[in-house]
């Protein structure tokens, strides 16, 4: 049976009314650049992160560079961060002109390790930068720490990770600014691209929220240098009919893990480590498996979806091979490259079709 990675036609069918309506209001309203549907929904994600403040952008890219730029950070600034991650986050960093500072990875997690941060402060360090990946928080406790003795700004990149929790804490709300993501495989996933920041500093957020209109208050009066940054009322509108189902496709998506967990265990396979401190959304299922690669041939000669999620750390990208890295210098980072491996998760699969996925995967590792 076919079972794709993830089914966003399953997800929308349960709710083509209401987004079809929706977005018909927003046609209808002509109100095509901002407006209530884009604040409503800055209100309710602020909410629901535990923040005073949300500022909606075009893309999760867009809320990690826009909290960049208004925080004022750029050339001969370093950003210390991870390198196992998706490239918007080593990217944005280098488009502001400041330099990313790798440190290696958590084994278990694969979350930034914070005992290898403090070693890599030095005195044009501006900001850390952990990413919340696959859908579980970083250690933040230990980050905040040396943020705090350092005087740094902590951007917590949580594109993957809204209404996660670290020690009850949400996502976001713990660093000076959050960033999401809404891209339509995220938990929460709009019918395009389309981002949040959240904080608790209200100057700042007063910045992020100019900065995303081209720098612009009053209209054509330009502050800042800012960029086109603005959320797409559409998006907000889709969202606001998603939102109120996201605890309960993230519970569906934490039934799943657990099951999965419970079809793997006494296998080969390497499931999720979820940290005691953390409550995680799943948004991928991570497994690691040797011989991976034959591992994908057979699931896709069965009809299984399933991704790497990453096959190369960005300090072996080409593109970022001006920091001067080489292979070998984040070996935790390296290996997990080299096994990981995606499989589906997404709420509306069957017992049926996880069997599959299942039965498949151990039939092969043995």
């Not at 579980?136 to 996660?164: F, G, N, R, W, Y």
């Not at 502050?223 to 996201?246: C, E, M, S, T």
């Not at 953390?278 to 991570?286: A, L």
């Not at 960005?314 to 070996?331: I, S, V």
């Amino acid at each position: 049976m076919p079972v794709p990675l993830l089914d966003l036609k399953a997800q929308y069918a349960t709710l083509r009314k209401e987004i079809m309506a929706a977005v018909s209001e927003v046609l209808e309203s002509q109100c095509c650049i901002g407006g209530p549907k884009v604040a409503e929904l800055e209100a309710k994600i602020a909410a629901i992160s535990d923040c005073k403040f949300a500022v909606g952008v075009s893309s999760g890219t867009d809320a990690l560079l826009n909290s960049l730029m208004s925080l004022e950070i750029g050339a001969g600034d370093e950003v210390i961060t991870t390198p196992f991650t998706f490239f918007a986050t080593i990217g944005c960093i280098a488009r502001v002109s400041a330099k990313p500072v790798f440190v290696d990875i958590d084994p278990l997690t694969y979350n930034i390790n914070p005992k290898l941060i403090a070693a890599a402060v030095t005195k044009k360090t501006r900001a850390i930068m952990p990413v919340h990946l696959f859908g579980q928080m970083a250690d933040m406790d230990p980050i905040m720490d040396i943020a705090k003795k350092h005087k740094l700004t902590v951007i917590e990149d949580a594109a993957q990770s809204i209404t996660s929790t670290y020690k009850g804490k949400k996502a976001g709300s713990i660093g000076t600014v959050g960033c999401f993501s809404f891209f339509p495989s995220k938990n929460l996933g709009g019918i395009g691209d389309g981002g949040m920041i959240v904080t608790n500093d209200k100057q700042l957020y007063d910045r992020l929220s100019i900065m995303r209109n081209h720098g612009s208050s009053p209209k054509y009066y330009h502050k800042y240098i800012g960029g086109n940054f603005r959320l797409d009322p559409i998006q907000a509108a889709a969202l606001l009919v998603k939102l109120p189902h996201l605890d309960k496709w993230s519970q569906a998506r934490r039934r799943n893990a657990a099951y999965y967990d419970r079809k793997f265990a006494g296998t080969a396979v390497k499931t999720p480590y979820i940290s005691p401190d953390c409550v995680s959304i799943y948004n991928q299922y991570v497994i690691r498996v040797q011989k991976r690669d034959e591992l994908i041939k057979l699931l896709k000669d069965k009809n299984i979806g399933c991704e790497i999620y990453y096959p190369v750390p960005m300090h072996l990208q080409e593109c970022f091979n001006y920091l001067g890295y080489k292979k070998g210098d984040f070996p935790e980072a390296e290996k997990v490259a080299n096994d990981v491996l995606a499989i589906p998760i997404y709420p509306e699969l069957t017992d049926e079709m996880k069997d599959y996925v299942a039965e498949t995967i151990v039939s092969f590792v043995g």
